[in-house]
């Protein structure tokens, strides 16, 4: 299909099932899969092909990005050894296994099971935050999921590479090749993001209007992503910190204007690329089935046993790692419920897509790769069925499990969180009393609206002064939001409340600093 028709037909396939999956309550990036699967064996329906220069440069930045974005320090700091291990060890560990039984049940050569293996080692990020968005999980496991996921393409990507440098070119694979590989990616990368960060920080600190500040949010991913894979840095890794380092200080850098416009427009685009790409995913397998007609019929059963293999190590590997974490504080009892999540919170999805697809068709002696159809059909199907049997069922685990928090919770939380912002624009207020300068009348509207936020236990600003008394009014209010923001960082530092109260609440005084208008 031309590319525009095919952009088109996955907008709408898109729209149209995310809109019966809200209704459903189901994920959304599980039911366009399994939509897109159905849509590309109706009849008549013209193959859709993804490219690999479509998935990992045009869709894949601001999706990662947008997942950076989300993740605060605080809790990434609290999780950065199991991340690690997670990152690494269970990386090697899954391509490993995964490699090894693709060898015995499937007939590929041993290099192309080890690039199948490679493919599929590392968790995706856009799929494990498109399906964590829908739980409400504690913060702290939330944050090891989608860290896990962010941090561990570097690792995949190594192994990737060199498992495709030893099918195509015969190369031999040595500790010290791995090593300078890894850091060139990983280091490369991370340079590169943080450089890429520090260049963007300094020109939104200093761009007050919204539209280029929209602009260049948009643009930002895909800045990280091409210059580090121009220096041979790892783009995945170059995004991932950039969007960290950006989204701790996007509060420090932006107004409440420019944050509600750019939320708003790089929300819809998140939603349209995300939606996409779950369904090219699901649209993609009718087509590498029918390339495999009549070579090998046994590779429904194949990709079976190396998804089982793949989630078997993902389980044995979190257990223990779960319970020497425990040890570690003098707990000797095992957590399975919060074992049996992370385990299970594994799921594949645009980033694998993008690493298969980008297997050259050729050896460096001008022959076909070995098996290049199979290892596509292979890696697409574990992929689809991570997708949906892990998403369908995530949900109903983390209810089973019992440790999701409840509505109650989360509301009981984030009325005490407005409770302490009103009392800390009190105390602001009281000191403006005594130094008497702004009229009474509008400190006494402004506390007469503070009081009843803590009497009710809501949000609403109250009424605005006549217009004799509105710069004043203004003015006094964008102070007092200030101060609300300072005590909302404050309450998020020390532990008080969790990333997602305090998203919502940042929302709600962006809201009303807009709803202000601007200064005459």
Known sequence: ?????????????????????????????????????????????????????????????????????????????????????????????????????????????????????????????????????????????????????????????????????????????????????????????????????????????????????????????????????????????????????????????TTAHIRLQVDAVYGTVIFILESAVFALIGLQLPYLVRALAGSDPGWPWQALVITAALIAIRFLWVFPLGWIMRLRRGDRRLNWRTSTVVSWAGARGVVPLAAVLSIPLLTDDGQPVPQRDLVLALATTVIVITLVAQGFTLAPLVKRAGIARTPDEARKEQDIANMRLAEA???????????????????????????????HGNATPEAPPGSSAAAAYRKLRRELLAVEMAELARLFEDGTIDDSTRRRLQRTLDLEDARLGDDP
């Open 425 to 455: 624009g009190l105390a602001h207020l009281e000191q403006l009393y005594d130094l008497e300068t702004a009229p009474h009348d509008v400190l006494d509207r402004l506390r007469q609206g503070l009081l009843a936020r803590i009497d």
């Open 1 to 253: 299909m031309r590319s525009v028709e095919t952009v088109l037909l996955l907008v709408v396939l898109a729209t149209v099932v995310a809109t019966f999956a809200r209704r459903l309550s189901i994920p959304a990036p599980s039911l366009l899969v399994v939509a897109g699967v159905v849509v590309g064996l109706l009849p008549g329906v013209p193959e859709v092909r993804a490219t690999p220069e479509m998935v990992s440069l045009v869709v894949l930045p601001p999706l990662i990005y947008a997942a950076g974005e989300e993740m605060p320090w605080r809790d990434l700091r609290a999780v950065w050894k199991p991340v690690t291990v997670l990152a690494i060890g269970l990386v090697l560990a899954s391509a490993g296994v995964v490699g090894l039984v693709a060898a015995v049940v499937a007939p590929l050569p041993a290099s192309m099971a080890f690039v199948l293996g490679a493919v599929l080692a590392s968790t995706d990020p856009v799929a494990v935050s498109a399906l964590g968005r829908r739980l409400s999980l504690p913060p702290r496991i939330q944050v090891l999921v989608q860290a896990e996921s962010l941090f561990n393409d570097a690792t995949s990507l190594v192994l990737f590479r060199l498992a495709v440098s030893a099918a195509i070119a015969g190369g031999a694979m040595s500790f010290e090749s791995i090593g300078g590989e890894f850091l060139l990616l990983a280091g490369g990368g991370l340079i590169v993001g943080l450089v890429v960060a520090a260049g963007i920080w300094l020109i939104r600190r200093r761009t007050v209007d919204p539209v280029l500040e929209t602009v260049i949010a948009l643009v930002s991913p895909y800045s990280a992503y091409v210059i580090a894979e121009t220096v041979g840095g790892s783009g995945v890794t170059a995004v991932v910190v950039c969007s960290v380092v950006l989204g701790a200080q996007t509060s420090k850098i």
